[in-house]
C-alpha cells in the first residue's frame, strides 16, 4: 500500500509536468494548427530564467574572511546579503518563487516574438516544414543557452523552508512510512492551479470563448469581424507562459541544464498524440495517465516480470493508441486523424 | 543492360558523379579535407542521406527515428566481426539485412498513419530501441560503453584460416586493411553503388509511384492502388541504406555505441537531406558532405586558434571578430548549424539544390533578356 501512494504521488508528479507541457503544444496546435518542436525550448527556457534569477541575487563581491587567521583568504557574500544581512539571505533563498513573477512576463515576450517573428510564416506551410522550423529554433535556443550558462546542470534549490519532506502517510492514515519532498508535493498543486486557470480561462471567459469558437471555425469568427489571428498570437504567449512556468517550477526537481527541453520535448509530444491533438482535456488526462504508468512501470516488482518496461512503456502506449484510436484519447472525431 | 532506359542525362549525371566520388581525395584536398577519416564519413553519411531521401524526398514521410536502423546496423556488423570474422563483406551483408528486417517490422506498423503521427510513431520507435539498448539489451548491445572487439572473440572463421596474431585484429577486405585510403575507397565504391540504385529507383515506375504517394495519396487511393506495400518497400530500402552506413562506421572502426540511435542523430539526417535538397539525387549528399566538412572545421577552432587566424588585422578589430565569430566555432558549431538550417528551411526549403537552380534560372533568363534586348535594338536600327 505505502508503495503504491508513493508511485501514485511520482506518477503524479511527472505526470504534471507533460500536462503543462503538453497543454500548452495541444493549445498551439488546436488554435494555429502548428506543430512546435521548440516547445520543450520554452519549457527549458523558464527554467533558466530561474537559474538567472538566482544568478542575479547572487551577484557576490570579494570580502576579507575573518575567522581565518594565519594567512589572507577571502570569500564571495552576496551584496544582498551585505547590504541587507538576513533579509537578504531570505530573498536569495527565495529565488525560484521569485523568478516565478519574472517569468511570466518574459516567456509572454518571447511567446509573442517567436509567433510573430517566427511562426506566422509557418501557418500555410506543410506539417513537416513546421516541424523542421521550428526544431532549427529548438537547436538554436538550445545551443544559446549552452554558450551562456555551460553544458552542466546548474542546481537551483527550493526555499530552505519546505527542504524537507512532508509526513503524507500519516495524512492518509498509513503511518510515518511514506514521506514525499514537499516541493514535489508543492509542484503538483501548482500544475494543477495552472491546469485549472488555463482551463477557466479558456472555458468561463467571454474571451476564451471566441478563442474555442475560432479553434472550431477560424473563417466564420473572422467574418464575424473579430480580430482572431491577434487572439491566437495571445494564446501562444499563453502557452509559452505555461511551458515557461512548468520550467520554473521544475527547477528544484531536476538541476536543469541544456538539453532538459528536448528531452521533455519526445515524451510530451507522445502525450499530446494519445490525448489527442487539439484536445486540452485529453493532453492533460495523458499528461497525468503516462505519468502514473511511468512511475508503476519503473517498480521493481513490475520490471522482474518484464525487463525495461519502465524505458518505453510510454512509447509502447502510443504506438498502440495511434494505431488503434489514432484521433487520441479525447480527440474530436475527424481532426487529424489519417 | 545496367543502364538500359536511363536517360541520356542520368548516365551522364552518373559517370559525373562516380568520377568526382572516386576524385574525392583530389577535389577536398583545396579544402584541407582530404585525409581518410573525413572523407569516409563524406562518404558513409551520403549513404545514409541517400537512403533517407528514398523516404523523405520521394515518398513524403518524415521519419524522425532514422537513426535506429544506423545503430542497429553497426550492432549487427560488430558482431559479425567479433563472431565470424574480420572480412567486411559478411559484415556488412548482415548489417543491411538485420536493419531490413527491422525497418520492415517498424515500417509495418508506422505507415499505417500518415503525417505528424508517422513522424511521432517513428521517434516513438527510436526511442524504444535507444532506451533498450541501454538497459534490458546490455547482453547485446553492451550498454553504455558500446560494443567492442576483444581478444577472445569467437571470430569462428578466422580462427580456422587464418593465423592469429598479438593484439585486436583490424577489419579487412581479403588481408586489405580497412582503415586510411583502402577504407574510403570501399566506402567510396558502396556510396556510387548506392547513388545508382537510388538514380534506378527515382527514374523507374516504382520511382513515380512512390512520388505519386508524396503528391496525393488519397487520389492513389481512390484509383484503385493500395499504396501501403510501395511506401513500406520505400520505407525497408531506406533502412537498409541506412543499415549500410552504419555497418560502414563499423567497418571504418569497429564499434557501436546506443548514442548513435539518439533521436538527435536522426534529426541530423534530416538536417543533411533538407540542406542539400530533399528529393534530389545529388542534394542529400552534398548536405552531408557540407555538413560533415563544416562540423570538422567549425568544431575544431577555439577563440585562440581565431585570433591567431584573424591577427593580420589591427588588434581592436581582430577582438570583435573573434568576439562575434566565437560563440559559432568550437563547441558552439551546432549553433551556427542549427541557424542555417532554420534559413534554409524558411527561405529555400528545396535545400541548395533549388538554390543552384534558382541561380541557374536567373542567369538564362538575365542571358535571354540580353538577347531580346538585343534583337529589340537591331530592330529599332
Known amino acids: ?338 | 543492360m545496367m543502364f538500359a532506359g536511363l536517360s541520356r542525362n542520368d548516365k551522364l549525371l552518373f559517370a559525373g558523379f562516380t568520377i568526382a566520388a572516386l576524385a574525392m581525395p583530389l577535389l577536398a584536398w583545396p579544402v584541407g579535407a582530404n585525409y581518410p577519416d573525413l572523407l569516409q564519413k563524406f562518404a558513409i553519411y551520403g549513404i545514409f542521406a541517400i537512403g533517407f531521401n528514398i523516404l523523405f524526398g520521394l515518398t513524403g514521410y518524415l521519419s524522425f527515428g532514422h537513426a535506429a536502423f544506423l545503430g542497429v546496423g553497426s550492432y549487427a556488423a560488430v558482431w559479425m566481426f567479433k563472431g565470424v570474422t574480420m572480412n567486411v563483406i559478411p559484415a556488412v551483408i548482415f548489417g543491411v539485412m538485420v536493419s531490413g528486417m527491422f525497418a520492415a517490422l517498424i515500417g509495418f506498423v508506422s505507415l499505417r498513419r500518415s503525417g505528424i503521427y508517422f513522424s511521432i510513431l517513428t521517434l516513438a520507435f527510436a526511442q524504444m530501441s535507444y532506451n533498450l539498448a541501454y538497459s534490458v539489451l546490455t547482453p547485446i548491445t553492451n550498454g553504455e560503453t558500446g560494443l567492442q572487439l576483444r581478444q577472445d572473440d569467437a571470430r569462428i572463421l578466422d580462427r580456422m584460416f587464418v593465423e592469429q596474431s598479438e593484439g585486436l585484429p583490424s577489419t579487412n577486405l581479403f588481408g586489405l586493411e580497412m582503415s586510411g585510403y583502402p577504407g574510403f575507397y570501399f566506402c567510396c565504391v558502396l556510396l556510387i553503388i548506392a547513388f545508382f540504385i537510388a538514380l534506378r529507383i527515382q527514374r523507374s515506375p516504382f520511382g513515380m509511384m512512390l512520388r505519386a504517394i508524396k503528391t496525393n495519396q488519397v487520389r492513389m487511393n481512390y484509383t484503385g492502388f493500395n499504396t501501403r506495400p510501395y511506401a513500406l518497400t520505400a520505407f525497408i530500402i531506406s533502412g537498409m541504406y541506412a543499415g549500410l552506413a552504419g555497418s560502414l562506421l563499423a567497418v571504418t572502426d569497429p564499434l557501436a555505441g546506443a548514442e548513435r540511435m539518439q533521436w538527435t542523430a536522426s534529426g541530423e539526417v534530416v538536417l543533411m537531406t533538407i540542406l542539400g535538397g530533399a528529393g534530389t539525387l545529388v542534394g542529400p549528399i552534398l548536405g552531408a558532405g557540407l555538413i560533415k566538412y563544416f562540423e570538422n572545421i567549425f568544431s575544431s577552432y577555439n577563440d585562440g586558434l581565431l585570433a591567431e587566424s584573424f591577427s593580420f588585422l589591427p588588434d581592436f578589430l581582430n577582438d570583435a571578430l573573434v568576439f562575434v565569430i566565437g560563440p559559432f566555432v568550437g563547441e558552439g558549431w551546432s549553433l551556427l548549424l542549427g541557424i542555417v538550417f532554420m534559413a534554409i528551411v524558411i527561405f529555400l526549403p528545396g535545400g541548395l539544390m533549388e538554390g543552384l537552380a534558382r541561380i541557374h534560372g536567373w542567369y538564362r533568363r538575365r542571358g535571354q533578356g540580353d538577347a531580346g534586348r538585343n534583337v529589340a535594338k537591331q530592330a529599332a536600327e
Open chain 1, 1 to 338: 500500500m505505502d508503495v503504491i501512494l508513493l508511485q501514485l504521488l511520482n506518477g503524479l508528479d511527472k505526470g504534471g509536468a507533460y500536462a503543462l507541457i503538453a497543454l500548452g503544444l495541444t493549445i498551439i496546435f488546436g488554435t494555429l494548427g502548428v506543430v512546435n518542436f521548440a516547445h520543450g525550448a520554452l519549457f527549458m527556457l523558464g527554467a533558466f530564467c530561474a537559474v538567472s534569477v538566482q544568478a542575479l541575487l547572487t551577484i557576490s563581491k570579494k570580502v576579507k574572511d575573518e575567522s581565518i587567521k594565519f594567512f589572507d583568504a577571502y570569500k564571495e557574500i552576496p551584496y544582498l546579503e551585505a547590504w541587507w544581512g538576513d533579509t537578504g539571505a531570505t530573498i536569495i533563498d527565495y529565488a525560484v518563487p521569485i523568478s516565478i513573477l519574472i517569468a511570466i512576463p518574459l516567456m509572454l515576450l518571447i511567446g509573442l516574438g517567436m509567433e510573430r517573428g517566427l511562426i506566422r510564416y509557418f501557418y500555410k506551410r506543410p506539417h513537416a516544414e513546421q516541424i523542421l522550423v521550428t526544431f532549427g529554433l529548438a537547436i538554436v535556443v538550445q545551443e544559446l543557452i549552452k554558450a551562456q550558462f555551460g553544458a552542466n546542470p546548474i542546481p537551483t534549490p527550493a526555499p530552505e523552508v519546505i527542504a524537507g519532506s512532508a509526513n503524507v502517510g500519516l495524512w492518509v492514515g498509513l503511518g510515518e512510512s511514506v514521506v514525499y519532498p514537499w516541493w514535489r508535493l508543492i509542484y503538483l498543486a501548482f500544475a494543477g492551479v495552472v491546469i485549472a486557470l488555463a482551463f477557466a480561462f479558456l472555458n468561463l471567459t467571454t474571451y476564451g470563448m471566441v478563442v474555442r469558437a475560432g479553434m472550431a471555425d477560424r473563417e466564420t469568427v473572422g467574418l464575424l469581424g473579430i480580430n482572431i489571428q491577434r487572439r491566437f498570437t495571445i494564446v501562444f504567449g499563453m502557452a509559452a507562459v505555461i511551458a515557461g512556468l512548468a520550467g520554473v517550477m521544475y527547477t528544484p526537481i531536476l538541476p536543469p541544464d541544456y538539453h532538459m527541453g528536448m528531452d521533455f520535448l519526445v515524451l510530451s509530444f507522445v502525450v499530446v498524440v494519445v490525448g489527442g491533438m487539439g484536445s486540452l482535456g485529453g493532453a492533460v488526462l495523458a499528461g497525468f495517465m503516462l505519468g502514473i504508468l511511468q512511475s508503476f512501470a519503473s517498480m521493481n516488482e513490475v520490471k522482474s516480470i518484464l525487463p525495461g518496461i519502465d524505458q518505453i512503456i510510454i512509447y509502447l502506449i502510443a504506438v498502440v493508441i495511434l494505431l488503434v484510436r489514432p484521433r487520441g484519447l479525447l480527440g474530436r472525431k475527424g481532426v487529424m486523424e489519417s
